[in-house]
């Protein structure tokens, strides 16, 4: 399922660049939202550690694949 990156809400769980490929992450934080872009960390295991999280940024408009 497709959501635009504007709807993303923490916990959410999406399919994102991070670690150098594709894969499931969880949203931890929404760390800046402009008006152009929209900047997130995200982890990629449960329960969050440090080391195994990323940031992505996507454009508002974006669509962006929800997993479950």
Avoid: W
């Amino acid at each position: 399922m497709n959501i635009q990156a504007l709807n993303i809400k923490v916990g959410d769980r999406i399919v994102a660049y991070c670690k150098n490929k594709m894969q499931p992450c969880t949203v931890q934080r929404l760390l800046d939202s402009t008006h152009n872009n929209i900047t997130l960390k995200v982890c990629t295991c449960v329960p969050y550690r440090e080391s195994a999280s990323c940031v992505v940024r996507f454009h508002r408009e974006a669509l962006v694949e929800r997993v479950g």
